[in-house]
């Protein structure tokens, strides 16, 4: 795998020790902080590489300090189809919860759950329930499956859902962004369960959330994110 310039300014030919400096540097580097610099497809390509250069997982785990089963959940990104590995590279997609849910999922099927995740129609929860429901009922669509998982709601409160891992601030400084935002009436609760924020939205809350997405032109994913990552508008 060619990496081109390394750290220094030095070139450095594929398949040599720098390569696996380098793989094993990235991967530590994005693995130790909440703020992850990759994407998961250049993280998997990292691991790939210390692979190929130490054998197996389990060598690379013991060098990165991480398990074997960690090192496959980043690796999932592989088997998602070329569209959906794309908006993964370009961090429309960046929760590895997500990214292993997908996999699960005909490449078609990846796609059209990746569009309702990205826009903000459904959640990380919400995929997980909607591969669940496509694998009970596979002869369904998947677009009845988001559909089935959507109705079943509390339609009374909208769950916006984030990654800490691009977060540049404290969960406290998170929720007092939101409460700006939104008003603090209009957040039910905010929580850090495993790897994802969660904020749960009374109804006015997510009309604006919807409006303020409006008014910058994005989605609500989008005004979500980048109230995580920058502030908000």
């Known amino acids: 795998m060619a990496w081109g310039m390394r750290a220094g300014g030095h070139d450095a030919e594929p398949g040599t020790a720098a390569d696996l400096d380098y793989a094993i540097a990235a991967i ?10 990759l994407d998961l497809v250049t993280l998997a390509d990292c691991i790939a590489t210390a692979q190929e250069h130490l054998g197996d997982l ?13 090192l ?4 999932k990104v ?5 569209s959906v590995r794309k908006l ?9 919860d997500v990214v ?21 129609d459904i959640t990380s929860k919400d995929v997980r329930d909607v591969v669940a429901r496509s694998s009970r009922a596979p002869d369904a669509s998947i677009g009845a499956a988001i559909e089935r998982v959507v109705k079943s709601r509390d339609i009374k409160e909208y769950v916006a859902e984030f990654s800490f891992e691009n977060a540049g601030a404290s969960p406290r400084q998170i929720r ?9 009436r209009n957040i039910k609760s905010f929580s ?3 790897r994802v924020g969660r904020v749960v939205l009374t109804a006015q809350g997510r009309r604006r959330l919807q409006e303020a997405a409006n008014r910058a032109r994005a989605t609500k994913r989008e005004l979500i994110e980048k109230t995580v990552e920058q502030g908000g508008t």
């Open 28 to 37: 530590i580097a994005n693995t130790r902080r909440v703020r992850r610099k």
């Open 58 to 70: 389990r060598a690379v785990g013991e060098t990165v300090d991480l398990s074997e089963q960690q």
């Open 72 to 75: 496959r959940d980043f690796m």
């Open 78 to 82: 592989r088997a998602l189809a070329r």
């Open 88 to 96: 993964v590279q370009e961090r429309a997609i960046d929760s590895v």
């Open 100 to 120: 292993e849910e997908l996999s699960k999922l005909s490449p078609r099927d990846q796609l059209t759950v990746a569009r309702a995740f990205m826009v903000g």
């Open 176 to 184: 007092k962004r939101f409460e700006r935002l939104l008003g603090a």
């Open 192 to 194: 850090q369960p495993g």
